[in-house]
């Protein structure tokens, strides 16, 4: 049998797999070239793979009795046993949802993956001290972008977004703890998310609009946001609007959409409920930020430029956090969005004033629900809920804690505890909860990963419908948000959650990674702003 008589979606799903993996295009005309003897060996070789991978999970109705983390001693801060039952508010999109969600079964860990010890050099990520009183009040133009640096800038800005394509995202797929079949998940979720692209280049979170074909409705209604979040997890694959690639006009055509409906003082947020204001404005700063880090297009600059400095101005001076409007006392859901806009920003090269750090630094503390700053809270002065620990501490991270910090230590190893004893499927949670321990490196991301990974991957999709590559909200038990952000929203989280190994490089740099950006060049090395003709 010919590879060219075999049926069209058959050369489809082997073109896709073989591009996820090898991260470049394939065209149908060269498999329609390959020899018989060729066809005949691929053909085996994909056999095996799925026999493989039927054997595998064939293996995985014992739990995983070994999936423990160690505790801080007892008393010696708040128990968290009943965080799950915790301020309920202390979630996005805070309108909606099913109070006792069904369970999740996570299924067992998976034995062979390991990680070595290896040598720690300076922290990626410095950001501005903490700082004694809390953020005066300031105004703020796009000009100010060149303020201040947030943290050592590599001598090629597009070092910090490399692992997405290529050889090193190959690369850090099999040293960071993904696998094959993770990366086919990537592949197929990113197919899902550019066939349900609307004709003027945006998306919505409810694909009813878009197809009949695919259930599950979404009661936030952001353009903006969903455009956003179905954005982030293509550039985050390595697909960007100026490289040729089977995804490049979809990146295109989001990207003009949201620089065409940009405000001129650099606000993104077109209509929409109204909770969802500045989480889908930092959701499309990022990717704007991230598309110019990458490209470094010229026609990006400003818009990106103008977007961060909207989340500047958007601050609560007084707190120094982000709420659904500008200057609102803040929340640690929405705060964590827009100091991923901030990273994703000075990673691409922009500066961030150094009194917006401080502020940051303000809202984390006054979050805090302990002295130690280990455990935080929706909002100041709320209980403590385990979804908005795990964005702090990503936060906190962000921010220059190193790892050895031992309040991170102790609240990401209270994190992984709760993951361990909590059977709510909750995406949201798992997307910061994954990040966190991805960058402690520690055996509480030994024995989480595997975990996460394998969950997402036996939740999508698949089927010959239109659904297929995405994630059910309600499919294999109801998501605790699914109903809010629908399966837009469960699909880009589920893949930017599977992105985790390459989509930045380690925040916590070791050794033998320090050679893929290079040390930081001299402060004042960034690029300036452009000058108004």
Same mark, same amino acid.
């Given at each position: 049998?010919?590879?060219?008589?075999?049926?069209?979606?058959?050369l489809?799903?082997?073109?896709r797999?073989s591009?996820?993996?090898e991260?470049?295009?394939?065209?149908r005309?060269?498999?329609?070239s390959v020899p018989?003897?060729?066809?005949?060996?691929?053909l085996?070789?994909?056999?095996?793979?799925i026999?493989?991978?039927?054997?595998r999970?064939g293996?995985r109705?014992?739990?995983?009795r @070994?999936?423990?983390?160690?505790?801080?001693?007892?008393?010696?801060?708040?128990d968290v046993?009943s965080?799950?039952?915790?301020d309920r508010s202390?979630?996005?999109?805070t309108?909606?949802?099913?109070? %006792? *969600?069904?369970?999740?079964?996570?299924?067992?860990?998976?034995?062979?993956m390991?990680?070595?010890?290896?040598?720690e050099?300076?922290n990626l990520?410095?950001? +501005?001290?903490e700082?004694?009183?809390p953020?005066p009040r300031r105004?703020v133009t796009p000009?100010m972008?060149?303020a201040?640096?947030?943290?050592?800038l590599? +001598?090629?800005? &597009?070092?910090?977004?490399?692992?997405?394509?290529?050889?090193g995202r190959?690369?850090?797929?099999r040293r960071?703890?993904?696998?094959?079949?993770s990366?086919? +998940?990537?592949?197929?979720g990113?197919?899902w998310?550019?066939r349900?692209?609307?004709?003027?280049?945006s998306?919505?979170l409810?694909?009813r609009?878009?197809?009949q074909?695919? *259930?599950a409705q979404a009661?936030i209604?952001? &353009?903006?946001?969903?455009?956003?979040?179905?954005?982030?997890p293509?550039?985050? @694959?390595?697909?960007?609007?100026?490289v040729?690639?089977?995804? &490049?006009a979809?990146?295109?055509?989001?990207?003009?959409?949201?620089?065409?409906? &940009?405000?001129?003082n650099g606000?993104?947020h077109v209509?929409?409920?109204?909770t969802?204001y500045?989480y889908?404005?930092?959701i499309?700063?990022?990717?704007?930020c991230?598309a110019?880090?990458?490209?470094?297009d010229?026609?990006?600059?400003? *818009?990106a430029?103008?977007?961060?400095?909207f989340?500047?101005?958007?601050?609560d001076p @007084?707190?120094?956090?982000?709420?659904?409007?500008?200057?609102?006392?803040?929340?640690?859901?929405?705060?964590?969005? %827009?100091?991923?806009?901030l990273?994703?920003?000075?990673l691409a090269?922009?500066?961030?004033p150094?009194?917006?750090?401080?502020g940051?630094t303000?809202y984390?503390n006054?979050? +805090?629900?302990?002295?130690?700053k280990?455990?935080?809270?929706y909002?100041p002065n709320h209980?403590?809920?385990?979804?908005?620990t795990?964005?702090?501490?990503?936060?906190?991270?962000?921010?220059? !804690?190193?790892?050895?910090? *031992?309040s991170?230590i102790?609240?990401a190893?209270?994190v992984?505890?709760?993951?361990?004893?909590?059977e709510?499927?909750?995406i $949201?949670? !798992?997307? $910061?909860a994954?990040?966190?321990?991805? %960058?402690?490196? %520690?055996?509480?991301?030994?024995?989480?990963?595997?975990?996460?990974?394998?969950?997402?991957?036996?939740?999508?999709?698949?089927?010959?419908?239109c659904p297929d590559?995405?994630?059910?909200p309600?499919?294999p038990?109801?998501?605790?948000?699914?109903?809010?952000?629908g399966?837009?929203?469960?699909?880009s989280?589920?893949?930017l959650?599977l992105?985790?190994?390459y989509? $930045?490089l380690?925040? $916590?740099?070791?050794?033998?990674e320090?050679?893929?950006?290079?040390?930081?060049?001299p402060?004042?090395?960034?690029p300036?702003?452009?000058?108004?003709?």
């Amino acid at each position: 049998m010919k590879l060219r008589e075999l049926p069209q979606g058959l050369l489809d799903r082997i073109a896709r797999v073989s591009v996820a993996w090898e991260g470049r295009d394939i065209d149908r005309r060269t498999l329609r070239s390959v020899p018989s003897w060729g066809v005949s060996l691929l053909l085996h070789a994909l056999a095996l793979l799925i026999l493989a991978f039927l054997i595998r999970i064939g293996g995985r109705g014992e739990p995983d009795r @070994a999936f423990t983390a160690e505790l801080p001693p007892p008393g010696e801060i708040a128990d968290v046993t009943s965080l799950a039952e915790a301020d309920r508010s202390g979630d996005p999109f805070t309108d909606v949802d099913d109070p %006792n *969600p069904p369970s999740l079964s996570l299924g067992p860990a998976d034995p062979e993956m390991k990680f070595a010890n290896q040598p720690e050099v300076p922290n990626l990520v410095a950001f +501005a001290p903490e700082p004694a009183g809390p953020a005066p009040r300031r105004d703020v133009t796009p000009s100010m972008m060149g303020a201040a640096p947030l943290m050592g800038l590599a +001598a090629n800005v &597009q070092a910090p977004f490399s692992g997405r394509t290529g050889i090193g995202r190959a690369d850090l797929v099999r040293r960071e703890g993904g696998t094959v079949h993770s990366e086919k +998940a990537v592949e197929d979720g990113l197919e899902w998310i550019v066939r349900h692209q609307k004709a003027d280049g945006s998306w919505v979170l409810d694909v009813r609009d878009v197809c009949q074909s695919c *259930p599950a409705q979404a009661t936030i209604v952001s &353009q903006t946001g969903a455009t956003g979040l179905a954005l982030l997890p293509l550039l985050g @694959a390595g697909y960007i609007h100026t490289v040729k690639s089977r995804h &490049q006009a979809a990146v295109r055509r989001g990207i003009e959409w949201l620089v065409e409906n &940009q405000q001129p003082n650099g606000d993104l947020h077109v209509g929409g409920t109204g909770t969802s204001y500045l989480y889908s404005h930092a959701i499309a700063a990022m990717v704007l930020c991230e598309a110019y880090g990458v490209s470094r297009d010229p026609a990006l600059r400003q *818009p990106a430029a103008r977007a961060v400095a909207f989340i500047v101005e958007a601050q609560d001076p @007084a707190g120094g956090g982000w709420r659904y409007r500008p200057g609102q006392a803040g929340d640690t859901s929405v705060f964590g969005w %827009n100091i991923f806009a901030l990273r994703s920003a000075n990673l691409a090269g922009l500066s961030i004033p150094k009194q917006t750090l401080r502020g940051c630094t303000d809202y984390l503390n006054s979050a +805090a629900t302990d002295g130690k700053k280990v455990l935080y809270a929706y909002q100041p002065n709320h209980a403590v809920s385990p979804v908005m620990t795990a964005e702090a501490l990503v936060g906190r991270q962000i921010m220059g !804690w190193p790892r050895e910090h *031992p309040s991170l230590i102790k609240g990401a190893g209270r994190v992984a505890a709760h993951l361990e004893r909590s059977e709510d499927r909750n995406i $949201y949670y !798992w997307y $910061y909860a994954t990040q966190l321990l991805h %960058n402690m490196r %520690n055996k509480d991301w030994e024995r989480w990963n595997p975990h996460v990974r394998e969950a997402l991957i036996r939740a999508q999709v698949h089927d010959d419908g239109c659904p297929d590559g995405s994630w059910d909200p309600a499919f294999p038990s109801q998501d605790r948000w699914g109903m809010s952000g629908g399966r837009l929203f469960q699909t880009s989280l589920s893949i930017l959650t599977l992105e985790v190994y390459y989509r $930045y490089l380690p925040l $916590y740099r070791t050794a033998d990674e320090e050679g893929l950006d290079g040390p930081p060049p001299p402060r004042g090395a960034e690029p300036k702003p452009e000058k108004k003709a």
